[in-house]
């Protein structure tokens, strides 16, 4: 009995002086036995590891080495988890809110892609309307090329009527050098036969005259003949000119049937790229659905988290409250029991066998409690467990959603520069289609000049002139066009580039994109009208030209008439039995000559 008093004493005094000492807990717990003092300093231990493996190691809350021990406590773990918590719900928010915006643009952009598409889709249509006209513009080009070759079959009959024509003048003239010799013949026999000195005079003056016509006549058959050599030279150049032609014609339509072969090609290639763009778009749009679900999934995830959270934070408040309460039964015990060890009256051997067995309740019980705490902190830090899994694959799905969607802007990037290089080939495209339809018109106008021989020749060339110099300007306008191109695509890497740091240089770089097109627009416009306008200055400066030298080829017909109609009254006045008659009858040169000066002077005139 007294060993038992003295044991209950000691303890008495230990428990009084622990009391005494300052303790660094916020919850004080005296120890009561063995068993639960091993308990709690497991329950310790397992709180620290949870701790540490939960909380990441820049934490605010083991900044000192005296704080481990409050880091352990209850209190400490539900604050830490919900800060943490805190700081999980601003960071998906804040992500959330990010995505939103992100999704908002996206939207934006693609609805931006859908208009573009269906203006491509109108420029397609127009296109393949616009495909019949030019087809039959070509048919109307072989019909006048065949035009042409009818009309240079008549220009070779006209130059073999003007061979025959040649052959026939060079006959009368061999015929009057026989005329002339057979007359000097003539002369020389009057001349041996000797008669009256009075006709040997007029004789030898009808000579004199005659052999002066002779000379006139002869030098009027060798300006006949270089004429005549001129028009052969000329006849020769137009033949060749319209071998030229023909050639250039045939490589014309040879080209033209290349650039609508390339356009259909073009056409198909665009449709190809626009049902690309479609199901590009179709696929984004299922992505930018899937990662809206899977932010409602994370956001339940959330939610749920921060119900377990708070769950576990009621829990260990009353696993704390559970134990400050046997703390206080415990205390109670043991101060009933100083209480009647103090006393002076002697206890029976019944009351403290009755006290005895209360106590080993008591302590039974405590160990129950004890035991249904462990299971419940095991049960918690099972929870907490599956709890820190969950945030990790929330925030693994979060950033494989965010690489997702930064792959998508990607794309819708690659998407947009390549719209851009097709609205460049589509303009170079529609500069080409135009400078066919202005060829086609200005062939056309061709056509309707007059079918002279010159005049026809003359436009021919300069048309092919022009088309040369026509090519020179588009080749530059194209080299142009490919450096604004790069240049514009240079700026959009740039402004894509200040995008992705801020909103608002995004907006400044829209604005830049908006100069930068109305710029392109502008040059483009410009340089078509300059091209219109050289054009125009060169079409006048050949249809004058043409109209000069039809007006000279006019004259030189008139002239060449009328000396045929010269020659053919003197062959008519020409009578080749009485050849002196004949030569007295003849006109002379000066009179021809005199009547064709005031012809000429009267053409020029008119």
Known sequence: MFSSQTSIETKGEEVEEEEEKPTVEPTPIVEL??????????????????????????????????????????????????????????????????????????????????????????LAERNSKRLPELEIELAEATQARDEWMAKSQ????????????????QKR???????????????????????????????EKEISNNLEKIGQLEKENMELKDAVQMLSSKLTTNQDNVSTLMNQLESSKI?????????????????????RINHDVTILNSTVNEQKHELEMLKSE?????????????SNRNNIILLKAAETERRSFLETLVVLLNENIEATENDIKKTIRDLVRAKNSEQTKRLEAEKKAANAEAILLDQAK???????????????YAKAEEKIAELEQELLASDLER????????????????????????STLGGVFDGI??????????????????????????GIIRSLQGVKKELSGSEKKGLKTLNIVEKLNKDFLTTVTIETLKAADLEKHTMKKKMSEQEQKIRQLEREKKEGERIRSIIAKWEKRQNPKDGVKAFRSTPSIDHVRTKSQTSMSATSQT
């Not at 934490?59 to 209190?75: C, I, L, Q």
């Not at 959330?302 to 009621?314: K, P, T, V």
């Open 33 to 122: 036995d063995d068993q639960t003092a091993a308990a709690t300093e497991a329950l310790k231990i397992r709180g620290k590891k949870m701790a540490q493996s939960l909380r990441p190691r820049t934490s605010p809350y083991k900044n000192n080495a005296d704080d481990e021990d409050r880091s352990g406590s209850p209190d400490s773990i539900a604050a830490t988890y919900t800060i943490r918590d805190n700081r999980t719900e601003r960071q998906t928010r804040i992500k959330l809110e990010s995505l939103e915006r992100r999704l908002r643009a996206n939207e934006k952009s693609r609805k931006e892609i859908e208009l573009e598409v269906e203006k491509w889709r109108r």
């Open 255 to 275: 080209q033209s049937s290349e650039i609508h072969g390339i356009c259909r090609k073009e056409l198909e290639i665009r449709q190809e790229h626009e049902h």
């Open 427 to 450: 303009k170079n495209l529609e500069h080409q289609i135009s400078n066919l339809d202005n060829c086609v018109a200005k062939v056309s106008q061709l056509l309707d000049v007059p």
């Open 154 to 169: 008549e220009l070779e009959v006209l130059i073999t009527q003007l061979t025959q024509e040649r052959d026939e003048l």
């Open 390 to 404: 969950n945030q990790r694959s929330a925030l693994f799905r979060a950033r494989l959603s965010e690489e997702e």
């Open 302 to 314: 959330i939610r749920c988290l921060r119900s377990y959270s708070q769950e576990m934070s009621n």
């Open 461 to 486: 060339f300069e048309r092919i002139e022009y088309l040369l110099q026509q090519e020179a300007i588009h080749k530059l306008v194209l080299n142009e066009n490919r450096l604004i191109s790069d």
């Open 173 to 203: 003239l061999d015929e009057m050098e026989d005329r002339v010799d057979g007359f000097s013949r003539k002369i020389s026999v009057l001349m041996d036969v000797g008669e009256e000195p009075k006709d040997l005079e007029g004789v």
